[in-house]
């Protein structure tokens, strides 16, 4: 049996210069060699009860494939992942890791020490095969020919959908992919920025999808152009619905209305989907020197610092609570700090003044302190009165948070909805109508890459028990 | 991928205005007046929404009317039959409320807002109301579809600024006079934002005439079209902020905060003129080196 020696510290990630970056839109952290990756691998003393898998939403095995990993054995490994995990590449990039496998690490329990770099290695594992494999341009011709099986339509192509169809497609099944943008990866594409997800990445996976015979419809907004009634007369016997929580929130105070507030969502999907910050595409997207970011979340730190790449002099995140309490992942909010937004803790907007044309000019703010913990077992933070003050802002960027998008739900009569207008399911991620499925944020309201992927597999394994007659009701 | 256009057709000497057939079978079972579609014509530009002129479920076409003022429509204007737009995304936005109502029906176009006042003309008179038009330009050249509509309503009144056709004057002008004669039950007024503003102001009650509901048709800046990113809110006159994508275009105009939305389109006009003059530039050297290219051929 081999031994295992405790290292504490992790392998570092090697990454762009902080003031370099600042200014580019290239991936920040620019992954492990092979080297690095089989030192970090090694760290791992292989637990007998697996703790961090039991952190990870979708299970991968990760002793097994760090194991590989540390036997230099990447095909192995990647392997390994795939059993669980089909968008690998993606999920080591953007998992908040710190709440999830690596909460769990044993390693991470020893005082001084680090747990294993999971979602680095996962990234690592997942990028080897890219580049060795070399997938290049993909080939409509490649496609395996699925018409004559049973069609399965999937609505929305975020992670939740693409993971279902892969699944779907694996079963057999004639998966459509109807998608309301023109480009298909939902927040992969027109929120995550790519200097935290190149592109490419996602189009690999989608173009993977497409070699298993999935079918993608863009510009298709369901519920618009067709309803779920048309799609049942075109053949479709069951459907997933992953269309995401998309409708932004707005602060409900003085001068929303202003031009330069916007919703992170609007500001990203210029940015990423529409590529405004290339200069040879069409889409316009607000520029100023001071740009307030309004949250304290993941949509917070993409904006902030996509308004420093876009050439704002200074970024400031208002957060309502303390540095502890951010929802962001760790990562992002110390890469933030490292390009120098600048970050106020306890403040809340109270009013945003404008010019007289209409421009935002300025921003009040309130101090805040926090009180007793809430529902959410978080401190509660409530205004200190008197405390407000002004600052000079061009731009608000709200990314306080989104809800429902009522636009398909509501028109399927009969499809039953909480009380925040989410779908209600049951542990097949059945909804309220038996061949209708749902999964991912809109589901759950917002949460993760990596949850709306579990959600989408459930989803896929549910659809093919129905199709079977084989779904109980409990 | 792509959808086919059909025809082009200027409505103007001009060639400011022009009218557009688009293939698109699934979408034109599913328009109806009110509704709207995004475009993006190239893999670098831009998404941008135009509404819905007239669908044909037979033939499985979309009908649009566009005014050139920037560069996607002016991108759009140099397309032609059987080219392919990239994206053609819709039937977009609420549907316009369609009833069959006590007293005769208005609806006011100016503009290039004369086309989508023509589906909901169609649907209003298809359910057997008597329907109004009055349409609206600024000079006679400027002026379009007068036979299609006579073709399918039961009184089109036509108006210029200039007085080079119809009667001389503003379409409110004759709108009040319709309203000192006769009840009327709705009107509908779409076209530029000034002139629904006024519309609205003449229906709204507060005047010596009656209150006649009215609605109008929002045009914010927009991306998504889905209610996706807020970019197209208003603010209505008790002070909620609105999408108008999802929550419109079509919205009751006395509730409408007309001067916020006049600002809030106003959001990139010094990036737009600076981006139209690159591209008149960029077109101007194209034609410069198509033309060396034929005297070389010579
Ligand atoms: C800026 C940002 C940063 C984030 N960072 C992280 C992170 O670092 N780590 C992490 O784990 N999570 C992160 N998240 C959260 C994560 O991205 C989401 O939880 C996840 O994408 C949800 O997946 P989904 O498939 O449910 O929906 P989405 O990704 O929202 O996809 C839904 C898709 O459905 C389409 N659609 C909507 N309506 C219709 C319709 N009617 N017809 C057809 N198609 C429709 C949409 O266009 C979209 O493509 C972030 C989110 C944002 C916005
Ligand atoms: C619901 C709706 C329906 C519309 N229907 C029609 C129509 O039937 N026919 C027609 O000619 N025009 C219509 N418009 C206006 C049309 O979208 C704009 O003229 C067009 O986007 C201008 O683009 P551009 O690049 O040519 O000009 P730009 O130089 O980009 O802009 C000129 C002006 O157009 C407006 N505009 C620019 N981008 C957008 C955008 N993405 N969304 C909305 N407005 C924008 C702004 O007010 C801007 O100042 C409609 C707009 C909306 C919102
Ligand atoms: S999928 Fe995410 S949570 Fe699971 S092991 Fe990989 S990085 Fe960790
Ligand atoms: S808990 Fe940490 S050390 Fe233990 S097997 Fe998992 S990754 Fe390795
Ligand atoms: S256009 Fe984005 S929400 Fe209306």
Same mark, same amino acid.
């Given at each position: 049996?081999?031994?295992? @020696? ?9 990454? @762009? ?458 | ?22 293939? $698109?079978?699934?979408? $034109? ?96 008179? $298809? ?113 909620? $902020? ?57």
């Amino acid at each position: 049996m081999r031994k295992y @020696q405790i290292i504490k510290t992790r392998t570092p990630m090697p990454q @762009q210069d902080p003031h370099e970056r600042a200014h580019n839109f290239s991936e920040v952290a620019l992954g492990y060699t092979e080297e690095m990756a089989i030192k970090e691998a090694n760290r791992c003393i292989q637990c007998k009860t697996r703790p961090c898998v039991k952190g990870c939403p979708v299970e991968v095995p990760i002793p097994e494939f760090i194991a590989k990993v540390a036997a230099h054995d990447f095909e192995g490994a990647i392997d390994k992942i795939k059993e669980k995990n089909v968008l690998p590449a993606i999920c080591g990039r953007v998992c908040p890791q710190e709440t999830q496998c690596e909460a769990k690490c044993t390693l991470g329990k020893i005082t001084g020490s680090r747990p294993v770099a999971i979602g680095r290695l996962e990234r690592f594992v997942a990028d080897w095969e890219q580049r060795v494999k070399d997938i290049g341009e993909f080939d409509e011709g490649t496609c395996v020919d699925l018409s004559g099986k049973t069609k399965v339509a999937v609505i929305g192509a975020g992670p939740a959908g693409l993971t279902c169809a892969g699944e779907l497609a694996k079963l057999d099944y004639d998966v459509t992919i109807f998608e309301a943008f023109h480009k298909t990866g939902g927040v992969l594409v027109y929120g995550i920025p790519e200097f935290r997800l190149p592109k490419k990445i996602v189009q690999k996976e989608i173009d993977n999808l497409r070699e298993c015979g999935v079918k993608i419809k863009l510009d298709a907004v369901v519920g618009k152009l067709y309803t779920l009634e048309d799609l049942e007369e075109q053949g479709y016997k069951a459907f997933f619905i992953g269309v995401g929580a998309g409708l932004p929130i707005f602060l409900n105070i003085p001068g929303i209305e202003l031009n330069g507030v916007l919703s992170a969502n609007e500001y990203l999907t210029r940015v990423n989907l529409m590529k405004a910050y290339d200069p040879s595409y069409d889409t316009m997207v607000d520029s100023g020197k001071v740009i307030a970011v309004l949250g304290g979340g993941n949509v917070a730190m993409d904006s902030a610092r996509t308004a420093l790449r876009l050439g704002a002099e200074k970024v400031i995140v208002v957060y309502r609570r303390s540095e502890k309490e951010i929802p962001a992942r760790r990562e992002e909010y110390e890469h933030a700090v490292e390009e120098g937004i600048e970050f106020h803790f306890l403040r809340n907007p109270t009013k945003i003044i404008g010019d007289e044309k209409g421009f935002v000019k300025e921003m009040e703010v309130i101090k805040m302190e926090l009180g007793e913990p809430d529902a959410s077992g978080r401190r509660r933070p409530i205004p200190i009165p008197g405390s407000e003050y002004t600052i000079s802002v061009d731009l608000v960027i709200m990314a306080i948070g989104t809800r429902a998008n009522p636009l398909l739900t509501q028109n399927i009569p009969n499809l039953k909805l909480n009380k925040w207008g989410y779908i209600e399911v049951n542990k097949h991620m059945q909804s309220s109508i038996p061949n209708v499925f749902a999964g991912g944020d809109i589901v759950t309201g917002s949460a993760t890459v990596i949850s709306a992927m579990g959600a989408g597999k459930e989803a896929a394994k549910g659809i093919h028990k129905f199709l079977q007659g084989k779904l109980d009701d409990s | 991928m792509g959808w086919k256009i059909l025809s082009k057709k200027f409505l103007n000497n001009e060639q400011s205005v022009f009218e557009m057939v688009v293939e $698109a079978p699934d979408m $034109a079972k599913k328009a109806h007046g009110g509704n709207f579609v995004i475009l993006r014509l190239t893999e670098q530009g831009e998404r941008f929404p135009l509404t819905v002129a007239d669908y044909d479920v037979e033939k499985g076409t979309i009908t649009i009317v566009v005014m050139k003022i920037g560069k996607s429509t002016t991108e759009l204007s140099l397309m032609e039959p059987g080219e392919e737009i990239l994206d053609f995304v819709g039937p977009l936005g609420k549907s316009a409320h369609i009833e069959k109502y006590e007293h005769p029906v208005v609806l006011v176009g100016g503009g290039v807002g004369i086309a989508p006042i023509f589906p909901q003309a169609k649907e209003l008179k $298809a359910i057997g109301n008597h329907v109004i038009v009055i349409l609206g330009a600024r000079t006679k050249d400027l002026l379009f579809w007068e036979d299609k509509f006579r073709q399918i309503v039961d009184e089109v009144i036509v108006t210029t600024d200039d007085g080079s056709y119809g009667k001389k004057g503003f379409v409110t002008d004759r709108l009040k006079e319709l309203m000192e004669n006769k009840p009327l039950s709705h009107v509908i007024a779409i076209g530029p934002i000034i002139m629904m503003k006024f519309v609205a102001k003449l229906t709204n009650g507060q005047g010596d005439l009656p209150k006649i509901p009215t609605t109008v048709s929002l045009n914010p800046i927009m991306v998504d079209g889905t209610g996706m990113c807020g970019g197209c809110r208003f603010l209505t006159l008790d002070g909620q $902020a609105k999408f108008a994508c999802v929550d419109g275009p079509d919205v009751d105009g006395h509730n409408v905060n007309f001067d916020n939305l006049i600002a809030r389109n106003s959001r990139f006009q010094r990036e737009e003129h600076e981006r139209l003059e690159k591209f008149e530039h960029e077109c101007k050297l194209l034609a410069m080196a198509d033309k060396a290219e034929g005297e070389c051929k010579e």
